[in-house]
């Protein structure tokens, strides 16, 4: 807890600023960040879900500090494609073999509308899926998740947020991708609700 404002304070695993962004405007007046030291190295994510990468991240930062850590996977689930690219989302066009770099954001969306090109919006129906994860230093572990229905357009659109938000338009919006909300998505985004989830279940012990 933090002593100032009796809200607990969480070291964040992600070293991605985006991620880290969004979730210091879900959880703010909830919780109190600290940022990932500088010194601790990348975590390999090779989980075979999304709950287990953010179970390696949490567990590694924790352990590096020995203070609680929070940390988050998502991933995009598309129908099209058998649920892919899902756990493996931000190595989407890197696993292609095309020579994009881990997290190439444009060349996954490139992938992703190349995989679904000609088919028409009733058949580019999608998710978006985040696990968050807080790991204490005893063991104990809270987990929430948030999940957010949506479809692929056929191109990007809009100039915020990152990863897939370009070219994904959820089903209770007003027909504009996340990239085009800005901030207004975080109120119906996967990660939005993964975290509000997290704080209530922390909230309530």
Request: charged fraction near 30%.
């Amino acid at each position: 807890m933090d002593e100032a404002t009796d809200l607990p304070r969480l070291v964040v695993a992600t070293a991605n600023p985006h991620k880290v962004a969004e979730i210091e405007v879900v959880l703010a007046g909830l919780v109190v960040l600290e940022p990932r030291p500088d010194h601790v190295g990348e975590v390999v994510e090779d989980g075979d879900t999304m709950e287990a990468n953010a179970r390696l991240k949490a567990v590694a930062i924790c352990a590096a500090t020995g203070r609680p850590a929070v940390a988050d996977d998502s991933g995009l689930e598309v129908d099209a494609l058998g649920g892919a690219p899902g756990v493996r989302s931000s190595n989407f066009a890197f696993d292609e073999g095309l020579g994009a770099a881990d997290d190439d954001d444009e060349a996954n969306v490139e992938r992703l509308l190349r995989e679904l090109d000609g088919l028409d919006d009733g058949r580019r129906t999608a998710r978006l899926r985040t696990v968050a994860l807080v790991r204490w230093p005893d063991g104990r572990e809270t987990i929430a998740t948030g999940t957010v229905e949506g479809r692929i357009a056929a191109a990007p659109s809009g100039g915020g947020g990152f990863g897939y938000d370009p070219v994904f338009v959820p089903v209770e919006g007003d027909g504009r991708t996340f990239a085009e909300m800005g901030d207004e998505k975080h109120a119906i985004s996967h990660r939005g609700r993964a975290f509000r989830d997290l704080a209530r279940r922390l909230s309530s012990g």
